[in-house]
C-alpha cells in the first residue's frame, strides 16, 4: 500500500509567499496520489510560528478551502527548528513519512518524488541537499562552507549542504521523540537516531516572494547552537590546550633557572617566571578537568537515548514463556 506522507511546512510571518505557494504544494501533492505514490489520506500540514500578520488567518482559509490542508499554531514565536519539531511530532503518529521543507518555494518541490522513491527502495531518511550554491552571495557560499567543515571537525555529523528539507519515516520520529534536548539543531541531531540514509540533490532557488527571517544575527545564534547543543570538543580544546602549556611551562621554568644560575638575570626574575609559567599551565589545565566533568554532566541533562533497535528476529510482544517446541 502506498505511504501516507504529511509535508510539514514551518510559517513565520509568510503572508507574501504563502498564497503562492502553497497551491504548489497541494498540486505537487495530488501529483503523487495520483501517481499512486502515496496515499489518498496524504496531507500538507502549516505550522504557524506565532506569525504577528496574516498567516495563520491563511493557514485557516486554505484548511477549509481543501481537505489536504491541515494547520498547527504555536503560542508564540518559538523559531524555525521548534516549528519543524512542533509540526514532525504532531505528524508522527498520523502518516508512515513526513517531508519538511520551507515555505518560500526556495526548495525544489519536485525532489518529493525521488524522496519518496529513496523511502521506498529501503531508506528512512532522505537529505535534500543543494546540488549548488549559485544564488547565494560569495559571503554565503564561503561561511556555509567554512561551517559545514567546522562542525565536522567538531565531531558533528551534518550532511554537507543540507538544510532542513529531508524526508523521515514515522518509525525514525518515534525514536527521534526520546530526544529531549530543548536546543534544537535538528540537521546535526537526525543522524544520531541512525537507520539507513541517503540523500537527494536539488537546485535551490531565490525566496518566490516576502522577506528572509534569517538574519545574519539568527545565522549566528544557529550556527553557535550547532556546534554547543552537539559537541563538547571545544571544551576538550581547552583541555589539549593546558597540557600543552603546562609543558611548555616546564621548559620555561628550567629556561628561566639555567639563565638565574648562568647569572644573566635580574634578582627575583626568574622565580617571577616560575610562578607566572606554572600557574598559567596548571590554571588551564584545571579550567580543561573541570570543564570536562561540565560537559558530561551537560550531555547526561540531555537524557538520550542510549541505543535504538532497529530490527529484531522475534516479535517484540512475543510471549515470555514463548517455546518452539510446542
Ligand atoms: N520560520 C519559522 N520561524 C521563524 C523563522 C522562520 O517558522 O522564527 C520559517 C519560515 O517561515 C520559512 C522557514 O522557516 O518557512 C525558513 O525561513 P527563511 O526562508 O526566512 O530563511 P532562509 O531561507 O532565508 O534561510
Ligand atoms: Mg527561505
Request: hydrophobic share 40%; glycine share 8%; aromatic share 10%.
Amino acid at each position: 500500500m502506498a505511504p501516507c506522507l504529511y509535508i510539514v511546512i514551518p510559517c513565520y510571518n509568510e503572508e507574501a509567499v504563502l498564497p503562492v505557494t502553497a497551491p504548489m504544494f497541494l498540486e505537487k501533492l495530488k501529483n503523487l496520489i495520483n501517481g499512486g505514490k502515496i496515499g489518498d489520506s496524504s496531507r500538507i500540514l502549516f505550522v504557524n510560528d506565532g506569525s504577528k500578520d496574516s498567516t495563520w488567518e491563511i493557514i485557516r482559509s486554505l484548511a477549509r478551502q481543501d481537505e489536504h490542508f491541515l494547520g498547527i499554531s504555536q503560542s508564540r514565536n518559538r523559531g524555525h527548528q521548534n516549528a519543524v519539531l512542533a509540526g514532525l511530532m504532531e505528524a508522527k503518529d498520523r502518516c508512515d513519512i513526513t517531508i519538511s521543507i520551507d515555505c518560500d518555494g526556495q526548495d525544489d518541490i519536485n525532489a518529493m518524488d525521488e524522496m519518496v522513491e529513496q523511502y521506498e527502495a529501503g531508506f528512512e531518511i532522505v537529505y535534500g541537499v543543494r546540488s549548488k550554491r549559485d544564488s547565494d552571495t560569495f559571503f554565503k557560499r564561503f561561511t556555509a562552507e567554512s561551517y559545514y567543515k567546522l562542525l565536522n571537525n567538531m565531531g558533528v555529523e551534518a550532511v554537507y549542504n543540507h538544510a532542513d528539507y529531508r524526508l523521515i519515516s514515522s518509525r525514525v520520529l518515534q525514536e527521534f521523540a526520546d530526544f529531549h534536548e530543548v536546543n534544537l539543531f535538528l540537521r546535526g541531531m537526525i543522524p544520531l537516531v541512525g537507520f539507513p540514509s541517503t540523500c537527494v540533490y536539488y537546485e535551490r532557488h531565490e525566496r518566490l516572494a516576502g522577506e528572509s527571517h534569517y538574519p545574519l544575527t539568527k545565522m549566528l545564534t544557529l550556527a553557535f547552537d550547532g556546534i554547543t547543543s552537539l559537541s563538547i570538543k571545544p571544551i576538550r580544546l581547552i583541555t589539549g590546550f593546558g597540557i600543552i602549556v603546562t609543558i611548555l611551562s616546564f621548559v620555561g621554568i628550567i629556561w628561566a633557572v639555567v639563565r638565574a644560575l648562568a647569572g644573566h638575570t635580574f634578582s627575583g626574575w626568574a622565580s617571577l617566571m616560575c610562578m607566572v609559567c606554572f600557574l598559567g599551565g596548571t590554571v588551564l589545565l584545571a579550567l580543561g578537568i573541570i570543564g570536562e566533568y561540565v560537559g558530561k554532566t551537560y550531555i547526561e541533562t540531555k537524557a538520550r537515548p542510549r541505543y535504538i533497535i532497529s530490527e529484531r528476529t522475534y516479535d517484540k510482544d512475543m510471549p515470555q514463556n514463548y517455546s518452539r517446541e510446542k
